[in-house]
């Protein structure tokens, strides 16, 4: 066949072979129009430029390794879909698949063309396990339809959105549209505008009305007219040309997409962009509902990156009516001091004269090779370990917990699912407990913490910790209030101090630095240590964290305790052992506040009457609206240590906020009255009818 691209002459005409190169007088046995055509493998690379020679195929292990004609190597899905749709649809018109006069049919038969080609192995595993399948390498540039046959042209899914909001089709134009969408999630109740403007935003297109017709455009399109200051129009006030400018610092120096990963089960992948040589920290984040290769993805996102940092540069002048052919999306040139930049049309305002507004452009923005290729991590199967098991004694969280209760959190990877918790007072017949399903937020301290102030911020420390898994975001201080961003830092064995951040600042994968931080939350000052070690453990106190259905009667009592993988009986390796004695840390009353200094107000030596105001450990206790707080313990009382040194020189019992300690006993105690210049060492218990003392306040007493 010497006319291989005019399949329609050569079925439509008799054939005369060329015997050395001449054409022979009598032609061959064909009959023009008698068979239909079938197009029996209809394929084309999925690599740039693909069109040009859709025959040929990528190998590098072949000798017939070849890219396209100017191909430049870069993976194109969408060269190869817009392929197949021009192919089919061009076939799939009648005025250009001429009906034979022979026999009941179409010069080419539709129905049998076959596209080129599907694989039976199953996809993503192929071509993901190249260690199975050794030409898994050759999918992502090759003719392979699988994993990407399921896509639909960016063009499509627009008209069909605009079709969705009661647009007419003949006023839909999606011809300037080019890409492929993997996936599209639309997970909320939306407007298709607002479905339209999260496609626009990750493939770079504008919408515009124009003459009654919503076109859809790329941008990066070439300049359609040139403008020179000699077209402007001036405005009676202003100048006739504004350019401007913007700050670096207004500028993201990092831009951050999240997207699912078109070659995976649809897991989140983040891709970045990013300047070097700026003046500017800031980081910018956005996250798109989208199934997109992560290779894919990065071009897009340096796009966008590029995108902003070039049109951070804007022109706003006026143009004569003759200038009507121009719409807003439009590319022009503007000769400007000596040079030629290009523009895109933002908005155009008609009056006398069409007031324009543009941001630069540079082509070159819109046509960046793709990210490097990332190995897809396929699902294989799961096999559990021994999970990182923390139990905690800590004051009541939430309403909903009781406050004996103590905590248990469980972090795994893989997560299986659910986890159990078996306790025994010996070493074997462990009984279940309970079972709980969240992950918990586990990390380990990156630096040394050290103490710091109570009741106010502490500015001067940050928190450095690494995270297992899961992210920490910042928050506002309303919301700090309202308990957020709580995490339990232990300052030593079993001791805790509750510690609330309202800044998190990612400063490594995994690892968070946290400041603005509240301290000694819910009565924990006492667990501060100055400092903790770095290593030390940090547990993110939120609804992951389980409560341990125990009885009051089970405090105090040591328990060996098992925790693992709900799916496996108790005995499996995977679970880990601990030993742990619950003691009702909830229970325990908080510690006295605001002990009056004697200096503070004229007194003659003799009796000393000691003030103090109570807390509670009442959730309701933090309501500014009470006159006093709550109190939750069955009775008030309270015990008061004078202290000598180390020595407990006396114990005095008040059953209200304050206590006499009597010249008598002073005089007993020291060998004369307290007087100005002395002071005096206390210990302030409250007491609670179930655990006895609760946390101490010990103060040094002025006079």
Not at 5 to 17: I, L, Q
Not at 109 to 118: D, F, G, K, L, S
Request: charged fraction near 20%; charge should be negative; include cysteine.
């Amino acid at each position: 066949m010497f006319r291989y691209k005019d399949p329609r002459a050569w079925w439509s005409n008799a054939h005369y072979d060329r015997p050395g190169g001449v054409e022979s007088g009598t032609p061959t046995a064909w009959a023009p129009q008698s068979k239909p055509i079938w197009f029996t493998e209809l394929g084309c690379p999925a690599i740039d430029r693909g069109t040009n020679q859709p025959n040929v195929f990528f190998d590098p292990k072949s000798s017939e390794s070849f890219t396209p004609h100017f191909s430049r190597g870069w993976r194109d899905d969408a060269i190869q879909r817009t392929y197949l749709e021009a192919t089919y649809l061009w076939w799939g018109t009648p005025a250009n698949n001429p009906v034979s006069s022979v026999y009941d049919g179409r010069m080419v038969h539709v129905p049998e063309c076959a596209a080129w080609t599907w694989d039976a192995r199953p996809y993503p595993f192929f071509p993901a396990l190249t260690d199975v399948w050794t030409d898994g390498a050759n999918w992502r540039l090759g003719h392979w339809l699988t994993g990407r046959l399921g896509a639909v042209s960016l063009a499509a899914l627009v008209r069909h959105l605009c079709v969705r909001a009661g647009m007419p089709e003949a006023r839909i134009d999606v011809t300037g549209l080019w890409g492929a969408v993997e996936g599209y999630a639309i997970g909320a109740l939306e407007s298709p505008r607002a479905s339209i403007t999260t496609l626009s935003r990750h493939f770079g297109f504008d919408a515009v009305e124009t003459e009654g017709t919503i076109r859809f455009v790329m941008r990066g399109r070439a300049a359609v007219a040139s403008v020179t200051h000699d077209d402007l129009v001036a405005a009676r006030e202003g100048d006739v040309l504004e350019l401007t400018r913007a700050q670096e610092t207004e500028l993201p120096q990092a831009l951050k997409w999240q997207v699912a990963r078109a070659d995976e089960d649809y897991d989140a992948a983040l891709v970045e962009a990013r300047r070097i040589t700026v003046d500017t920290t800031r980081i910018a984040s956005e996250s798109f509902p989208m199934a997109v290769p992560p290779e894919e993805a990065e071009r897009r996102c340096r796009r966008a990156l590029m995108e902003a940092w070039v049109g951070r540069e804007t022109a706003a002048f006026r143009l004569p009516p003759s200038r009507l052919a121009l719409d807003p999306a439009d590319a022009i040139r503007l000769a400007h001091d000596g040079r030629l930049v290009d523009l895109r049309l933002v908005s155009i305002a008609d009056a006398g004269a069409r007031g324009i507004e543009a941001v630069r452009q540079d082509r070159a923005t819109y046509d960046l090779p793709p990210g490097d290729p990332r190995a897809a991590s396929l699902t294989r199967a799961v096999v559990f370990g021994a999970p990182d098991a923390v139990l905690m004694d800590l004051p009541q969280l939430t309403e909903d917990q009781p406050a004996h209760r103590p905590l248990v959190a469980a972090h795994a990877v893989p997560w299986p699912g659910e986890m159990a918790v078996f306790r025994s007072p010996s070493t074997d017949g462990f009984e279940l407990l309970t079972t709980f399903g969240g992950r918990a937020r586990i990390g380990t301290l990156v630096s040394e913490f050290y103490s710091g102030p109570t009741s106010r911020f502490d500015l001067g420390n940050a928190l450095v910790i690494d995270l297992l898994s899961g992210t920490l975001e910042s928050v506002t201080d309303l919301t700090l209030f309202g308990g957020a961003n709580a995490l339990a830092v232990e300052s030593a064995l079993g001791v805790w101090e509750i510690v609330q951040a309202g800044v998190a600042e990612l400063i490594a994968p995994g690892r968070y630095r946290l400041t603005r931080l509240l301290r000694g939350q819910r009565g924990t000052e006492a667990a501060m240590a100055n400092p903790v070690q770095a290593g030390a453990r940090v547990v993110v106190l939120d609804a992951a964290m389980a409560s341990l259905p125990i009885a009051e009667a089970d405090l105090g009592l040591p328990w060996n305790w098992r925790i693992g993988p709900a799916s496996r009986p108790v005995s499996d390796e995977t679970y880990v052992a601990q030993a742990f004695t619950p003691v009702g840390v909830g229970l325990r009353p908080f510690s006295v506040a605001h002990v009056e200094q004697p200096w503070r107000k004229p007194r003659i030596p003799g009796d000393l009457t000691i003030r103090w105001a109570r807390r509670s450990r009442a959730l309701a206790a933090d309501s500014w609206g009470a006159v006093e707080v709550p109190l939750i313990e069955e009775v008030e009382a309270y015990e008061v240590e004078i202290l000598d040194g180390a020595t407990v020189k006396r114990v005095l019992n008040a059953t209200t906020t304050s206590a006499i300690y009597t010249a008598a006993q002073q005089t007993t105690d020291w060998g004369g009255l307290l007087a100005p210049g002395d002071t005096l060492d206390i210990r302030i218990f409250q007491i609670s009818a179930l655990i006895g003392r609760g946390a101490a306040k010990t103060v040094t007493l002025t006079f």
